[in-house]
């Protein structure tokens, strides 16, 4: 059994354990801080906010001798380093909204468990508490960037998913597009199938796949770029980057739908705009995330 001496510090509220028995620092850690999941620990590891007598140390087995110091961040600490890269855009008891980043998952797949939204956010919430527990009520593709909604209670998740065409008011999104549409705007209506490849496309005989309404409107332009918002009526996957390639525009950086260019090394697509009607209190709650400053850069350097 290990033995410790905690003392607070003034200034942070570090949690500094004096180790009066050798074991491994992931070991050590898992018994000081058992109301935290596993992967929350090694997270601190890996985001450097665990000491050893003064010295910053990520390795998981790192042997500890009798009477060193072992530093562990404070909560606050914890969050600012830990979860610098999850920008929440607004929490309350039942719901958590996050700005994903480009790159990111929704949830987990068969081949990349640990880095997604809802990994992260889970591990969020359990800093609180480690009973605490989120659930997913929509998604977005992985290489779009933008608000993505997370409940914290299954009633709600459920109340949201099953009604969620008749709750949500607003889905609105950014894109930036290869060229300049010749119609300022439009409304794009088709009927999206799958090849046995996954790859969506459109079918214009009604009722031949899923019905799909993509409205757009164009904002600004370039001589090689458009930038485009969009409002969508269904959602359907992969409905934007499809109808983009039908108006003969596809987004920046998709080639799979078509892009030649990838400016930016990403999708050219953002989710800044989700709007919803809250299933128990009738409340009208939007959620907004700013236009990724890089769009309007492109579009500025190609003027």
């Not at 090694?42 to 010295?55: A, D, R, Y």
């Not at 140390?57 to 914890?78: C, F, N, W």
């Not at 078509?258 to 809250?278: M, Q, T, W, Y």
Request: glycine fraction near 6%; proline fraction near 4%; include cysteine.
């Amino acid at each position: 059994m290990i033995h410790l001496k905690t003392e607070h510090t003034k200034q942070q509220d570090d949690k500094v354990c004096i180790v009066e028995e050798q074991t491994g620092l992931l070991e050590f850690l898992l018994k000081q801080l058992a109301d935290k999941s596993r992967n929350t620990v090694k997270s601190l590891l890996t985001n450097k906010t665990i000491s050893v007598n003064g010295k910053t140390v990520t390795q998981h087995d790192y042997p500890l001798k009798i009477g060193q110091s072992v530093r562990i961040a404070s909560p606050e600490h914890m969050l600012k380093k830990q979860y610098k890269h999850l920008k929440v855009l607004f929490e309350d008891d039942e719901l958590i909204v996050i700005d994903k980043p480009a790159g990111l998952l929704s949830i987990a797949t068969d081949n990349e468990k640990e880095k997604t939204a809802y990994h992260l956010m889970t591990d969020y919430v359990r800093l609180g508490n480690p009973k605490n527990r989120i659930f997913v009520v929509h998604r977005l593709d992985r290489d779009t960037s933008g608000v993505l909604i997370a409940s914290k209670n299954d009633k709600l998740r459920q109340a949201l998913q099953e009604n969620w065409n008749e709750l949500v008011t607003r889905r609105g999104y950014t894109a930036v597009v290869e060229g300049v549409p010749k119609e300022t705007s439009g409304r794009i209506q088709s009927w999206l199938k799958e090849t046995k490849t996954l790859l969506a496309y459109s079918s214009g005989t009604p009722g031949d796949g899923q019905e799909a309404i993509t409205n757009y409107t164009v904002t600004a332009v370039s001589k090689d770029y458009a930038l485009v918002k969009i409002d969508i009526e269904t959602g359907r996957k992969n409905q934007i980057r499809v109808h983009m390639k039908d108006l003969g525009h596809p987004i920046s950086g998709d080639k799979k739908y078509g892009a030649v260019k990838n400016p930016l090394s990403r999708l050219c697509l953002h989710a800044d705009i989700l709007e919803f009607r809250h299933p128990f209190t009738g409340k009208i709650m939007t959620f907004e995330s700013p236009v990724p400053k890089s769009f309007l850069t492109l579009l500025q350097a190609e003027s």
